[in-house]
T-cell receptor, first 114, second 114 residues
Framework: KAGVTQTPRYLIKTRGQQVTLSCSPISGHRSVSWYQQTPGQGLQFLFEYFSETQRNKGNFPGRFSGRQFSNSRSEMNVSTLELGDSALYLC?????????????FGNGTRLTVT | DAKTTQPTSMDCAEGRAANLPCNHSTISGNEYVYWYRQIHSQGPQYIIHGLKNNETNEMASLIITEDRKSSTLILPHATLRDTAVYYCIPTPSYSGAGSYQLTFGKGTKLSVIP
């Protein structure tokens, strides 16, 4: 099975712009979660989508949003970029229906805001 | 959520067993202990999880104390490719919902030395 795929791998944006990141989960997985990783804050949960609905949300401002499509692929959007949004953004998938189903992570999109 | 304490860093000689401890004294009865690792420039990788019994899979063994206040991840024959940051993460069960989020701490940086 192909793993979780995230595109693009690297992205450079300017402060004030917006950005969209894409994630394709493992085939058959219906839940997609997003995490932000920075040197200062470590790995932090952004949100989780299941069957096109946001099911769980972390403590991030409304500039961070996401969506999920009927094929379970997901996108996350960050509007009005700030320098502090520079981070590695990780997507993870699992079945979403079984307790303790491990998360399978992609290798992330590294966003640099200048 | 339970808080965890892990050593900041550890060294292990190649071919020897790596024993990574984790203290989770505030873990609640329904929280599983998950272990993930993150190799440089990659997304986190699931290793193993358990509730109260010891667990073993092709990657590692997990030993959980009887009072569940601590656990040890054992890599039986460490290789250079096991050099990574290892995270111990107690995770509550949302029974039947299948939705949960991982709260990552700082983890243990394991260096396997030739």
């Amino acid at each position: 099975k192909a793993g979780v795929t995230q595109t693009p791998r690297y992205l450079i944006k300017t402060r004030g712009q917006q950005v969209t990141l894409s994630c394709s989960p493992i085939s058959g997985h219906r839940s997609v979660s997003w995490y932000q990783q920075t040197p200062g804050q470590g790995l932090q949960f952004l949100f989780e989508y299941f069957s096109e609905t946001q099911r769980n949300k972390g403590n991030f401002p409304g500039r961070f949003s996401g969506r999920q499509f009927s094929n379970s692929r997901s996108e996350m959007n960050v509007s009005t970029l700030e320098l502090g949004d520079s981070a590695l953004y990780l997507c993870a998938s699992n079945s979403g229906t079984l307790d303790y189903s491990p998360l399978h992570f992609g290798n992330g999109t590294r966003l640099t805001v200048t | 959520d339970a808080k965890t304490t892990q050593p900041t860093s550890m060294d292990c000689a190649e071919g020897r067993a790596a024993n990574l401890p984790c203290n989770h004294s505030t873990i609640s009865g329904n929280e599983y202990v998950y272990w993930y690792r993150q190799i440089h420039s990659q997304g986190p990788q699931y290793i193993i999880h358990g509730l109260k019994n010891n667990e073993t899979n092709e990657m590692a063994s997990l030993i959980i104390t009887e009072d569940r206040k601590s656990s040890t991840l054992i890599l039986p024959h460490a290789t250079l490719r096991d050099t990574a940051v290892y995270y111990c993460i107690p995770t509550p069960s949302y029974s039947g919902a299948g939705s949960y989020q991982l709260t990552f701490g700082k983890g243990t940086k394991l260096s396997v030395i030739p």
